[in-house]
């Protein structure tokens, strides 16, 4: 016996529209939440890292005495290592600034110890300063948390904003299915009112549209996530391949949460879809005897 | 009042006391209606254009509440029934609808079958049923086609298999002869009349027919401007 006919017609026009719609929706939601996960990823790696690291400028010293300062600033308490910047490591550190050919000759350059402290109980770079001034140098030691805690700042603040624009994604999500699921409703009111009057019980009627809904927002997310994991790999591959300095800019790492938030993002959109359609149906009939 | 008792016995299988029916801004359609009707009778509804035919069914086949007053159908008042208790209560009555309301995307034996289908019944345990009513209709050899391939004589009669299939206690009809032959509308009148004789079906036809009226020879219901009348020309003694 062949499959008995859906009682709701096949898809039409005004559902081509709303997967379009759905798509995109799910698409700029995914993209959104990939891009801050990226970002807050990179940021708090770097974040990580610099903050267990500090700088210490040296002036009126050569390198000899650098050496000696770095030795001393190794036997403090806190301090895992110290070394003192090779002018290659100089040139690659400033080369966004000044280019591939390295410092230009006769540019004043300060000498630079780059020093890592220990996770528990690092030292704090006052103690650092104090100890290499009294050591008889003229030395300035910076932590490079002071600047990751602005990033780390500024990193919060994306955040926000990125979890407010997929709740507002979301949002508009179930408001676009609640009024297609509504315009579907009259368009097919005949076929409801048939329903209706042959006996179908209101969860019946309801459970055509959330089947129907359920999948076109499975379909249609699963669209949008794909395409923004298209869209999100080829911003960072095209980023990589210009050799752009890409250590803040997100990263397409498909590691367990990546791949949870692409296959959460077409589930979530179907259940969006089979709530605004189920409870947008029962509502219509309710107004009915 | 209005009053109407073409029966008083037994428990009625259709009774309106005072029942009026407004739409929204418009005048009364229907007006004070008091109605019963015993189980297994077969009656015509007739009455001009915009006298409130349609409206009246529509209160019998729980489409609409009425405005005023209460409609006991197999003595269940249906104002006190919950939304599912309605739904099983439209189970046990089968409509023919002027326009036939066909599902167009359906084939004519899905279009028979919707009734069992909505009841939660799987196609293998009907499906000999619906093709011997098919039979019955003249329709058993078009079960696949579309509604929109058949003529309108076709189309009534599968309107009317759908109404019947569930065995309904109440059958409605609202001119299911009105899109047919006078041949046809006699065949399809045939068959109402012997579906109330053997299964005890009580059959309520709206008809401007007045031929197929006196043919038939039941009682007839007449409404006048939403009131409800009797016509003893054409009553049965």
């Given at each position: 016996m062949s499959k008995p006919t859906p009682l709701l017609p096949e898809s039409d026009a005004r559902e081509a529209a709303l997967f379009f719609v759905v798509a995109a929706l799910c698409f700029l939601a995914v993209l959104a939440t990939l891009t801050a996960r990226g970002t807050y990823t990179a940021a708090h790696a770097w974040s990580a890292q610099v903050e267990g690291e500090?700088?210490?400028?040296?002036?009126?010293?050569?390198?000899?005495?650098?050496?000696?300062?770095?030795?001393?600033?190794r036997g403090l308490d806190g301090i895992r290592s110290s070394s003192v910047l090779s002018q290659e490591e100089l040139n690659r550190l400033l080369a966004p600034s000044f280019g591939p050919g390295g410092i230009p000759a006769g540019v004043p350059m300060p000498i630079l110890i780059a020093v890592?402290?220990?996770?528990?109980?690092?030292?704090?770079?006052?103690?650092?300063?104090?100890?290499?001034?009294?050591?008889?140098?003229?030395?300035?030691?910076?932590?490079?948390?002071?600047?990751?805690?602005?990033?780390?700042?500024?990193?919060?603040?994306?955040?926000?904003?990125?979890?407010?624009?997929?709740?507002?994604?979301?949002?508009?999500?179930?408001?676009?299915?609640?009024?297609?699921?509504?315009?579907?409703?009259?368009?097919?009111?005949?076929?409801?009112?048939?329903?209706?009057?042959?006996?179908?019980?209101?969860?019946?009627?309801?459970?055509?549209?959330?089947?129907?809904?359920?999948?076109?927002?499975?379909?249609?997310?699963?669209?949008?996530?794909?395409?923004?994991?298209?869209?999100?790999?080829?911003?960072?591959?095209?980023?990589?391949?210009?050799?752009?300095?890409?250590?803040?800019?997100?990263?397409?790492?498909?590691?367990?949460?990546?791949?949870?938030?692409?296959?959460?993002?077409?589930?979530?959109?179907?259940?969006?879809?089979?709530?605004?359609?189920?409870?947008?149906?029962?509502?219509?009939?309710?107004?009915?005897? | 009042m209005n009053r109407f008792r073409p029966d008083t016995a037994d428990e009625p299988?259709?009774?309106?006391?005072?029942?009026?029916?407004?739409?929204?801004?418009?005048?009364?359609?229907?007006?004070?209606?008091?109605?019963?009707?015993?189980?297994?009778?077969?009656?015509?509804?007739?009455?001009?254009?915009?006298?409130?035919?349609?409206?009246?069914?529509?209160?019998?086949y729980l489409a609409h509440a009425p405005t005023q007053g209460e409609v006991h159908l197999f003595g269940l008042r249906t104002s006190a029934l919950s939304r599912k208790q309605l739904s099983a209560l439209r189970r046990r009555i089968g409509v023919v609808f002027q326009d036939f309301r066909l599902l167009d995307h359906l084939t004519a034996f899905e279009n028979v079958s919707l009734p069992l289908r909505v009841s939660g019944q799987k196609p293998g345990t009907y499906r000999e049923e619906v093709v011997d009513l098919l039979r019955w209709v003249g329709l058993?050899?078009?079960?696949?086609?579309?509604?929109?391939?058949?003529?309108?004589?076709?189309?009534?009669?599968?309107?009317?298999?759908?109404?019947?299939?569930?065995?309904?206690?109440l059958l409605i009809a609202d001119e299911p002869t009105g899109n047919v032959d006078p041949e046809m509308g006699k065949r399809i009148f045939r068959l109402f009349v012997e579906l109330n004789r053997r299964l005890g079906t009580t059959i309520i036809i709206a008809t401007h027919d007045l031929s197929l009226i006196r043919e038939f020879d039941a009682p007839v219901m007449r409404l006048q401007h939403g009131l409800l009348v009797r016509d003893v020309e054409h009553q049965s003694a």
């Open positions: 500090m700088t210490v400028r040296l002036k009126d010293t050569d390198r000899r005495g650098a050496e000696d300062a770095a030795s001393i600033v890592e402290t220990t996770q528990d109980a690092p030292a704090e770079a006052g103690v650092v300063t104090a100890a290499l001034t009294d050591a008889g140098f003229n030395a300035t030691a910076e932590s490079h948390a002071d600047y990751a805690s602005e990033v780390q700042r500024a990193l919060g603040t994306l955040r926000i904003a990125a979890i407010g624009i997929v709740v507002l994604l979301t949002a508009t999500a179930i408001a676009v299915i609640a009024f297609a699921t509504h315009a579907a409703l009259l368009a097919r009111r005949d076929i409801v009112d048939v329903l209706h009057l042959a006996g179908a019980e209101d969860r019946f009627i309801a459970s055509l549209f959330e089947r129907r809904f359920w999948t076109l927002g499975l379909k249609a997310g699963s669209a949008g996530s794909l395409v923004a994991l298209a869209v999100t790999a080829m911003i960072v591959f095209s980023a990589q391949s210009a050799g752009t300095q890409s250590q803040l800019l997100p990263q397409l790492s498909l590691d367990f949460w990546d791949l949870v938030i692409l296959a959460v993002t077409p589930v979530g959109a179907g259940l969006a879809a089979r709530w605004a359609a189920g409870g947008t149906v029962n509502h219509s009939l309710k107004s009915v005897l | 299988a259709v009774e309106l006391n005072g029942v009026s029916l407004r739409y929204d801004t418009a005048d009364d359609v229907l007006s004070d209606i008091d109605l019963r009707l015993k189980p297994g009778t077969f009656t015509f509804l007739t009455g001009a254009s915009g006298a409130g035919k349609s409206s009246l069914l529509k209160l019998l058993g050899e078009r079960m696949h086609a579309l509604p929109q391939s058949l003529s309108g004589g076709e189309q009534q009669r599968l309107s009317i298999a759908r109404a019947l299939i569930n065995k309904p206690d």
